[in-house]
């Protein structure tokens, strides 16, 4: 399998230099050359296995340049570190298939691909007697998972981007607190966007992005997206189990487009998925290009799901790459266009496309809120408001005709404020939130200037 750029102009790299690129040096980001494609009965065998081997199974159609039994071992390493069996179990509550995706150390969906990725990064590394500076921007969940996915981890620092008293107490708790001496996180005056901007603005320079040896674990790197694809499968295949369903629909929590952009690969590769449903707060881009061809960006509103409050979808450009026939020079066009506007236009043939894979819709503040408290009363069961986001536009959007699974992306605890006010109470401390807030803390406060982030990153890297 060979991997080439959205903008056309990086081609031909195997899976361990895509995974070792991040954003490809032209600007845009790394995809699979062919999609492999898997009939029924493959979907059939591949979906009764246990996780670590279902992700084996449909890691290695993508990672041929890794020896299988080493491939096998960094995927059974990864997934010993979550707290359940089946890694992603799902469970039926109110009509609905919830696939819980908290089960890893930071209690978030990012944990099944950063524990992933942090092992192949330093397996890589010590492959080619390397060392790497890793990197990223986070809106809440990324950058923890980020850490606790490389933390003590041998020729790796990691730089941590995140929005200055714009994420939740416990998601800043869980980056701060930790001090591993190659931990390294930087609050920016400002929003994840800038942060997402300054990210993409110091790879962008080529000749820095290769003298500091920078390496990419926001979801601009490919090895995250095909992590996730797994459990798209893994779910189908437990909800067939159970109702001998012929399709099923995802509803996914969307800022970043990553996570439903895992699904798409899902769908394209066969899996029968009657439609990915898009589901966004206040920050609504995504819904509004969906549903009337809006593409604008718009201010950043503060909401209780923050891992929501974007604008500029960093993964949106994969999929414009097949919305647009596989046309780099349209997607180079369109970025620029983008750039220079903040708007993108669609035509009616390109949003008739949209309308065959993906549904979409919104959720306020209030009916965030609503839900959890609504579906805790009617299940004794407690949803994050990401989760609760998902919820209700795909309860919405559905009519039962096929099974609906919803993605819970992270545990109630990391959002306890807004549980609160949703339900009166406080969800269960998980042990490892018990006394964070009394650990030592390093994190030190930047201007979201990318100028800023450069000198510190010139002091502070591995070299």
Known sequence: MQYMSTRGRISGLDFKDAVMMGLADDGGLLLPQQIPALSRGDIAALTRMAYPDLAFRIISLFAGSIPAADLKHLIDRSYQAFDHDEVTPVVHRDGIYVLELFHGPTLAFKDVALQFLGNMFEYLLKERGAHMNILGATSGDTGSAAIYGVRGKQNINIFILHPHQRVSPIQELQMTTVTDPNVFNLAIRGT????????????????????????????????????????????????????????????????????????????????????????????????????????????????????????????????????????????????????????????????????????????????????????????????????????????????????????????????????????????????????????????????????????????????
């Open 192 to 463: 994840f966007d800038d942060g997402q901007r300054i990210v993409k603005e110091i790879f962008g320079d080529l000749a820095f992005k290769s003298r500091m040896a920078l390496g990419a674990i926001n979801s601009i790197n490919w090895a995250r997206v095909l992590a996730q694809v797994v459990y798209y499968f893994y779910a189908f295949g437990r909800v067939q189990r159970a109702t001998s369903c012929e399709e099923v629909y995802f509803s996914v929590p969307t800022g970043n487009f990553g996570d439903i952009f895992a699904g798409y690969i899902a769908k394209r590769m066969g899996l029968p998925i009657r439609r990915l449903i898009l589901a966004t707060n206040e920050n609504d881009i995504l819904t509004r290009f969906i549903n009337q061809g809006d593409y604008s960006t718009a201010q950043v509103v503060p909401t209780p799901s923050p891992s929501m409050d974007i604008q500029l979808a960093s993964n949106f450009e994969r999929y414009l790459f097949y919305l647009y026939g596989q046309n780099p020079g349209r997607v180079n066009d369109a970025m620029s266009r983008l750039a220079a506007t903040g708007r993108l236009e669609f035509t009616a043939e390109e949003l008739a496309c949209v309308g065959r894979d993906f549904m979409a819709g919104s959720a306020t503040r209030q009916e965030t809120l609503d839900t959890i408290r609504a579906f805790h009363a009617a299940t004794g069961y407690i949803l994050d408001p990401h989760t609760a986001v998902g919820v209700k536009v795909g309860k919405e959007l559905t009519g039962g005709e096929v099974p609906l699974v919803c993605l819970a992306t992270a545990h109630p605890a990391k959002f306890g404020d807004a549980v609160r006010e949703a339900i009166g109470q406080d969800p269960v401390l998980p042990p490892v939130f018990r006394d964070l807030d009394k650990k030592e803390k390093r994190c030190e406060l930047i201007d979201a200037d990318t100028g800023s982030v450069r000198e510190y990153l010139q002091k502070n890297a591995l070299a």
